[in-house]
């Protein structure tokens, strides 16, 4: 398995789009089939499954087509902080506005 922390934008990329080809398969669906469940033309999609290269709008389709929106559930999301996290946090003085020179008002 790939590691995407260690793997450049367009490797990412790369990867997702194997992915869904190997799930696509994997649901013996063909490129004809997924296309017209998601709206794209063959080649659109034939495309992302080499490139990883889509719009956002399309690439969720393509997972809903797949039933795998729930794939995305763990992306950015927010990790809670522990309380030491938040003592730490507490503990740090508040951050000071940059100092600017002040205007003088004309009369």
Same mark, same amino acid.
């Given at each position: 398995?790939?590691?995407?922390a260690?793997?450049?934008?367009? &490797?990412?990329?790369?990867?997702?789009?194997? +992915?869904?080809?190997? +799930? +696509?398969?994997?649901?013996?669906?063909?490129?004809? &089939?997924?296309?017209?469940?998601?709206?794209?033309?063959?080649?659109?999609?034939?495309?992302? &499954?080499?490139?990883?290269?889509?719009?956002?709008?399309?690439?969720?389709?393509?997972? &809903?087509a797949?039933? #795998?929106?729930?794939?995305?559930?763990?992306?950015?999301?927010?990790?809670?902080?522990?309380?030491e996290?938040?003592?730490?946090? #507490?503990?740090?003085?508040?951050?000071?506005r940059?100092?600017?020179?002040? +205007?003088?008002? #004309?009369?």
């Open positions: 398995m790939v590691d995407l260690l793997s450049t934008p367009d &490797e990412v990329c790369a990867t997702v789009g194997e +992915r869904v080809r190997s +799930r +696509r398969l994997q649901l013996n669906l063909s490129v004809e &089939e997924l296309a017209a469940r998601v709206g794209i033309s063959t080649k659109t999609l034939s495309n992302f &499954e080499r490139t990883g290269r889509c719009t956002l709008e399309t690439f969720v389709r393509i997972l &809903e797949l039933n #795998a929106l729930a794939d995305l559930e763990n992306v950015l999301v927010t990790q809670p902080l522990s309380i996290d938040m003592r730490q946090r #507490a503990a740090v003085r508040t951050r000071q940059a100092y600017t020179k002040s +205007r003088k008002v #004309a009369k």
